[in-house]
């Protein structure tokens, strides 16, 4: 059973980095952080294994989100191998005399044939899959890629280990996608995958969790305070 500790969806202007202190004695920090955005995001055109790299703005995000952190000391950085996380990631690592470690089994959803598609060609051309995948998003196959729960298998694996070889102190970073944040956070929250949608991550959001004894807890979620960006939960379902 997972852990979790009340929690906000989005922290207060005025609550930054100190809420760190949060993570119980004992346990392992761990600062989980989206890439900054690319065209591709702002297209809002599906995104998986394309290696895009981060636009303009994902640029100046990525700026953002490292100047935000740059008073909290870190472990280690490991990031996906994909661009747009490598360098989210290695902007957070810049004049620390850290290297983000190159994990592959970080990188995103494998979109197979949806890869650069929009929503509206995918109404046109895989109807019966987005039927499926609104039924049973957790086990419908996306067409030449992966299913949701596979993609938690390979990440769930990989940040466990990560995990694993660090002991209490400075948090330990890891830059990656929407959907592998989604994937671990429902693993942490003890949600089921279908649930996936409700875990907000914009681009750069930073969420900070825990690891003891072989299980996550939860203490902030989708953090964009360094945007100035402020949102509002969404409603839980009946």
Avoid at 171 to 188: F, G, N
Avoid at 215 to 227: A, E, S, Y
């Amino acid at each position: 059973m997972a852990r979790v500790t009340p929690y906000l969806m989005q922290t207060a202007a005025c609550n930054g980095p100190p809420w760190l202190l949060n993570v119980p004695d004992g346990s392992v920090p761990l600062l989980l952080v989206r890439h900054g955005q690319t065209a591709w995001n702002k297209e809002r055109r599906f995104l998986g294994r394309s290696d895009i790299p981060l636009d303009e703005e994902g640029q100046a995000q990525a700026a953002s989100v490292a100047e935000a952190l740059a008073t909290v000391e870190l472990s280690a950085v490991y990031t996906s191998h994909l661009k747009r996380a490598a360098a989210t990631a290695d902007a957070i690592c810049a004049q620390r005399g850290l290297d983000a470690t190159r994990i592959p089994d970080l990188q995103e959803l494998d979109q197979g044939k949806l890869e650069g598609m929009s929503g509206s060609d995918l109404h046109a051309a895989y109807p019966d899959f987005l039927e499926a995948w609104i039924s049973d998003p957790a086990d419908t196959r996306v067409p030449g890629g992966e299913t949701l729960r596979e993609c938690q298998v390979r990440v769930l694996s990989a940040t466990r280990a990560i995990m694993e070889a660090h002991a209490p102190g400075p948090p330990v970073a890891i830059v990656t996608h929407r959907m592998v944040l989604s994937c671990i956070i429902c693993e942490a929250l003890g949600l089921p995958l279908r649930m996936w949608r409700l875990i907000g991550q914009r681009n750069t959001a930073v969420n900070l969790l825990s690891w003891s004894e072989g299980r996550f807890c939860v203490h902030r979620l989708n953090d964009t305070t360094h945007l100035g960006v402020v949102e509002v939960p969404p409603a839980m379902p009946a």
